[in-house]
T-cell receptor, first 111, second 114 residues
Framework: KQEVTQIPAALSVPEGENLVLNCSFT??????LQWFRQDPGKGLTSLLLIQSSQREQTSGRLNASLDKSSGRSTLYIAASQPGDSATYLC??????????FGKGTKLTVNP | DAGVTQSPTHLIKTRGQQVTLRCSPKSGHDTVSWYQQALGQGPQFIFQ???????QRGNFPDRFSGHQFPNYSSELNVNALLLGDSALYLC?????????????FGPGTRLTVL
């Protein structure tokens, strides 16, 4: 059974800091990995999707990496801003399109 | 281009009642998945519909059922509501057969069971 763990559960940083969120999964036979952002009480916004054959994806100040063999992914956020405050969720699929999520990392960026 | 839409936004029910939640997929998508997100938890997969049939199901009881219509929209029905069914219900859509099957989520329906 696939399990996804995200560390840390919460993170508070000053504005402008670069930061890394971690995601690990127990079964390396994944099809792809997605990072999502969730604002309080809202739906999920897809940030980055990494296919199993890829090592990383970049979008603006965000960079996500994937190491299938070790069952790990990181989301790097450069020059953090207060608007980046949200919960960040990592999810993997095993080819069936069913997403298995971690519990998320709640990020607070202080002005 | 309209994204995934869900209705209603909020819903309050009492134990034992039945509820129906609705989802319209992103334009061009044909697959709809439903997730339950309890407070402070990650979303949990309920089931997925494709070509009007349930294609996959997560670890949820038969009280949870669904339907997909010819226009690809979908409904989630929950019978005999329990307090523990209180959660944010998320719908996601995707296009079957596309290599990486990126899923797009709606804003969710917040269900409160009293």
């Amino acid at each position: 059974k696939q399990e996804v763990t995200q560390i840390p559960a919460a993170l508070s940083v000053p504005e402008g800091e670069n930061l890394v969120l971690n995601c690990s999964f127990t079964d390396s036979a994944i099809y792809n990995l997605q990072w999502f952002r969730q604002d309080p009480g809202k739906g999920l916004t897809s940030l980055l999707l990494i296919q199993s054959s890829q090592r990383e994806q970049t979008s603006g100040r965000l960079n996500a990496s994937l190491d299938k063999s070790s069952g790990r992914s990181t989301l790097y956020i450069a020059a953090s801003q207060p608007g980046d405050s949200a919960t960040y969720l990592c999810a993997v699929t095993g080819g069936s399109e069913k997403l298995v999520f971690g519990k998320g990392t709640k990020l607070t960026v202080n002005p | 281009d309209a994204g995934v839409t869900q209705s209603p936004t909020h819903l309050i029910k009492t134990r034992g009642q039945q509820v129906t939640l609705r989802c319209s997929p992103k334009s061009g998508h044909d697959t709809v998945s439903w997730y339950q997100q309890a407070l402070g938890q990650g979303p949990q997969f309920i089931f997925q519909y494709y070509e009007e049939e349930e294609r996959q199901r997560g670890n949820f009881p038969d009280r949870f059922s669904g339907h997909q219509f010819p226009n690809y929209s979908s409904e989630l029905n929950v019978n005999a509501l329990l307090l523990g069914d209180s959660a944010l219900y998320l719908c996601a859509s995707s296009l079957a057969g596309v290599g990486y099957n990126e899923q797009f989520f709606g804003p969710g329906t917040r269900l409160t069971v009293l």
